[in-house]
Structures are given as structure tokens and as C-alpha cells.
């Protein structure tokens, strides 16, 4: 029979288990109030008590009513990893609207493109960041009465900090779980990004069985993103069991071992590069004792243990489904053999081949997924909707992988058109689409390269239309113009023609399998070298 994993909640799990997000924090509040809920580490290095959050979270909420917003509204938010970002989250959440989070590495053209896609009626933001994208006066359409910013802008016609010292009024929406609280875009492999559709039961499971498998950690390191959706998981794993929240500007190897020592963090995302550092003293004055990893090499687990006191088991998640697949903690059996582990409690899984018909235990295929708290869908995108969602409420996850008979999962690949660099993830059709738009190129397809240091990078390989001159530094500088930078090809090479498959469509899978990506004729962008990899770059 197959096994679902078997996770022990705590009463205060399940008092918030079934709850909207508002009412969660009403319950931290009470439960916890003079604990921290938030702390900066870096910059003002700010904190704040749940009760304190409470309270901020009930003025800038009353505030955003006061000047016209109101429930069903998307909002773009656009700050980098401070305080304000969770303030204007939950605020957002509370007046029964909806976030739609901004990556500040955006350009002007993927700001405008989110918040039109995701029919955004207001922005919040940096003062710095809003003005950096003002277009005739105006951001993604909105103007001066639709810009909050936090600071001075010569734009934005409303001011955060006075929003924010509104007095708290009565709460006068009532939610329920199933409502939509984000518009979370996440990086498209048929086109531009999407829109994923999260609720607050979405983000109440993923912040209770996150507290419940980990033990009810206290100190939770935020070094992601908060765009993305860590270091909201990481919040809600926090409001769950009263933690608080350690938020860093942003991901650096150089100061991560410390952020661990000098903060006892209990609870943070780690990988295998750990075992890149330096040997000293400070390898046994780690608090963390129990860490979730992705893909982490098998011959990893046993290091990180021995030298760390680390006990690292695999977690599959994804902005789709939030978490799904889990290794235990207490099954050193499992560790390092390859499993994904099993269903959370709320998951249930299935294997599909080409035909979408489930497959015998052992046969890879297409990993399926459903259950409560997961997506509702992409935001204005019937037509990916009804592909990727099958009877029943399966959703097809894009990965390649295996179940045994005993409910096992196992990683093997990925149908996506994905690129994974420096923890951003990357659409190549994006980059494609944008590239299209130089005239001097005529056909062009984005694969990824492996990187030692940033997991992947991206490679463009362009057929430059007839008759014209183009150079790799054209190709990066019109990149450039319209993508963030992580998002800009590293590598570029030049080819008479592409391969095709026989319905018309590039031949990825043979791209991606060359034996050797950075043959002689790539220029590395970072050197402006020409066959990089064949010197040894």
C-alpha cells in the first residue's frame, strides 16, 4: 500500500490549521505576543513582537481602506527584504485584496507586464524602486493616486509612513480559507511568466506542516527572496508556532556560516556547498540541527552530518503545489539514496505517461499531484489551466520522476523549459521572446549550461538573419534592455540553423544533451572569451 508521511501536529498546529491568514496572526498575537516575530539583521536592523506586527499589520490595513482599497483589488508590492514587505503582505490580506510581489531586478518592461497581466489597481513600493520605472508619469499604467511609497519619490502621490500611522479600525472583511491572497508570478515555460493563484489555506498548510516537521523551530533565517515564496513559507512556518523571523538583505555564501553562529538559527534552507568552507571551530557551533535540501548530491548527507551536526533530508516544493513531497527526519535509511520521500499529508500522487495514463509502480512519467491548500490555477490563462489540470484535481507538476509500490518518490527529470541560475528561476521562452525582438536575429533557442558556482547558466544560441552583422555584445546588450540581469544569456553562440523536431518545434532535448555546450565558437559574455569551456574558462 502506498505510504503517506505521518506528521504529528501540535494543539496550536491545529488551532491554526483551518484558519485565514488574519486570524492566524490573531492567534500568534495572543498566543505569543511578546515573542519577535521579525528581525533584521542587516541595515536598521528593526524587530518587531507578534503583538507589535498585530497592531502595524491593523494600521496599514485601515490605512490602505482610508484612500480607496478594497477587497478584490491586486496590488503590487515592490521592496526588497525589509519589514515592510510581510507589513504590506498581511495588511494587503486583510483588507481582502490580493499581493501581487514585484522582483526589484525587474526592468520597466517585466514591472509592466506583471501588473497588467495581473490587473493590479495599485503599487507599493521603495520610493527609489517606483520612480526607477515611471513611464509618462506613470508605473505599469498606475498613476501618481494608485503609487504608496515608502520614502521620498518624485512620483508616487501617497505616502506609506502616514498609511501606516492610520488608527486601527474594526477589520470589516470577513474571509474565508479558500480566498485568494497572492498573485504569485513564477517563471512561464510556454511563454511569460505566470500568475499562480494562492489562497490562505494555501499558505496556513505550508506554515504548519513546515512548524510540524521541523520541530516548532525559533529562529528562522529569510536569507531568499521575499518575491518569492520562501521566505512567506518561512513566515507562516513561523506564525504557526510563535518563531520569529531573521531577515537578510538577501542569499550570501560569505556571510551564511556566521548568520547560523551568531544568530542560533534553528531552521534554514541548505545544499551541499556548505562543505565548501573553510574547516575552523565554528563548524560545531551550528544551533541548526534538522535543514530541508533539494537535489543534494547522495555522498553530501554523510559530511554534513559529521562535520556540521546537519541532518539534511529532501523537500519537493514548488509555487504550484507549496510543499508535497517529503523525506523524514527520522529515516536515516532514506537519506541519500535519491528519494523525494513521501506525500505530505495533504498530497496525494500519481505517475502519468504521454497519454496521461497512470503508470506501474517503477516506470518514470509525469509527477501529479493533488490535494488540499495547493493552487487554484494561473491567473488569466484558461487555456494552460484546463492542460495542466486533469480530472480529479490532478495537477501535472512538469517533473519527470518514479513511485514505488510503497509511495517512494524519485526525481528524474524535467519536461519544463527551465533555467535554474544563482536560486532565480529562469524561463527560456521568455528570454526567446525577447531576444525575437532584435531584427538581426532570425532564430534563437535558450538552454542551460551547467555552473559550478550558480547551478546553471544561461546560453543563447542565435541564426542572425541574412546578410547581417551581429556580435555576442549586440545580442547581451539587447538583452539587457528588457530582462532583469539574472536573466541575461552569460554565453553566446552563433549557428547557421537550429535543430527541429518533426511537429515544427526546436529540438530542446538534443540542445540540452550536447556532450559539450561550451565548445570552441561560444563567447563567455563574463570574459568576452571565444571558447570558453575548451580553455578551461
Known amino acids: 500500500m502506498s505510504e503517506t508521511l505521518k506528521v504529528d501536529l501540535a494543539p496550536h498546529h491545529r488551532a491554526v490549521l483551518g484558519l485565514t491568514m488574519p486570524e492566524a496572526l490573531d492567534f500568534a498575537s495572543a498566543e505569543w505576543g511578546e515573542r519577535t ?8 536592523e528593526r524587530s518587531l513582537t507578534w503583538s507589535e506586527f498585530r497592531t502595524r499589520v491593523s494600521m496599514l490595513r485601515s490605512g490602505l481602506e482610508s484612500v480607496g482599497v478594497r477587497p478584490g483589488d491586486k496590488i503590487g508590492v515592490l ?50 524602486l517606483i520612480d526607477e520605472h515611471v513611464v509618462d508619469g506613470a508605473v505599469g499604467g498606475l498613476g501618481p493616486d494608485k503609487l504608496i511609497a515608502l520614502g521620498d519619490s518624485h512620483t508616487a502621490g501617497l505616502s506609506f509612513d502616514l498609511l501606516s500611522a492610520v488608527p486601527a479600525a474594526d477589520r470589516q472583511h470577513k474571509a474565508v480559507p479558500t480566498d485568494i491572497v497572492n498573485i504569485q508570478f513564477t517563471s512561464g515555460t510556454t511563454g511569460l511568466p505566470k500568475g499562480c493563484l494562492l489562497t490562505h489555506q494555501y499558505w496556513i498548510e505550508l506554515g504548519v506542516y513546515g512548524a510540524a516537521l521541523g520541530g516548532d523551530p525559533q529562529r528562522l533565517l529569510a536569507d531568499h527572496p521575499f518575491y518569492y ?24 555564501r560569505r556571510k551564511f556560516l556566521d548568520w547560523l553562529i551568531d544568530y542560533e538559527i534553528d531552521f534554514a534552507w541548505v545544499d551541499e556547498d556548505m562543505l565548501e568552507f573553510p574547516v575552523s571551530e565554528k563548524d560545531r557551533k551550528l544551533k541548526l540541527r534538522k535543514a530541508p ?23 519537493y516544493a514548488s509555487t504550484e503545489v507549496g510543499s508535497g513531497i517529503v523525506v523524514p527526519y527520522d529515516r536515516r535509511d532514506l537519506a541519500g539514496t535519491g528519494t523525494m520521500g513521501f506525500c505530505l499529508p495533504n498530497r496525494e500522487s500519481k505517475i502519468v505517461d504521454e497519454f496521461l495514463d497512470e503508470v506501474a509502480p517503477g516506470v518514470p512519467g509525469e509527477l501529479c499531484l493533488r ?18 489540470f486533469l480530472p480529479g484535481g490532478w495537477f501535472r507538476t512538469g517533473d519527470v520522476a518514479t513511485k514505488s509500490e510503497e509511495g517512494l518518490h524519485y526525481f528524474v527529470g524535467r519536461t519544463k523549459d527551465m533555467i535554474r541560475r544563482s536560486g532565480e528561476n529562469i524561463s527560456a521562452a521568455e528570454v526567446e521572446m525577447h531576444l525575437h525582438g532584435l531584427a538581426e536575429i532570425d532564430d534563437v533557442a535558450v538552454v542551460p549550461v551547467p555552473d559550478p558556482d550558480r547551478e546553471e547558466e544561461v546560453k543563447a544560441i542565435v541564426v542572425p538573419a541574412d546578410g547581417v552583422s551581429l556580435t555576442a555584445d549586440d545580442v ?4 539587457r534592455r528588457g530582462l532583469a540581469p539574472f536573466k541575461v544569456p552569460r554565453y553566446v553562440e552563433f549557428r547557421a540553423e537550429l535543430p527541429y523536431t518533426a511537429s515544427g518545434k526546436i529540438h530542446k532535448a538534443s540542445l540540452r544533451g550536447e556532450e559539450n555546450p561550451l565548445h570552441d565558437g561560444v563567447t563567455d559574455t563574463k570574459t568576452n572569451h571565444l571558447g570558453a569551456a575548451a580553455a578551461g574558462l
Open 37 to 44: 516575530a521579525i528581525r533584521e539583521l542587516e541595515g536598521q
Open 79 to 128: 521592496f526588497p527584504n525589509q519589514i515592510e514587505f510581510p507589513l504590506a503582505w498581511w495588511a494587503i490580506v486583510e483588507a481582502g485584496a490580493v499581493i501581487v510581489p514585484l522582483n526589484p531586478k525587474y526592468t520597466t518592461r517585466e514591472i509592466t507586464f506583471v501588473l497588467e497581466d495581473s490587473d493590479a489597481s495599485w503599487l507599493i513600493g521603495l520610493g527609489g
Open 229 to 252: 515564496m520562501q521566505n512567506q513559507a518561512y513566515m507562516m512556518t513561523a506564525v504557526s508556532c510563535g518563531a520569529a523571523l531573521l531577515v537578510t538583505p538577501g542569499l550570501s
Open 293 to 315: 535540501v533539494a537535489g543534494m548530491p547522495s555522498e553530501a548527507y554523510e559530511p554534513m552530518e559529521a562535520r556540521f551536526g546537519i541532518t539534511c533530508r529532501e523537500w
Open 371 to 388: 490535494g488540499s491548500g495547493m493552487m487554484l490555477g494561473y491567473h488569466n490563462r484558461p487555456d494552460v489551466n484546463a492542460a495542466l
Open 476 to 479: 547581451v546588450e539587447w538583452a
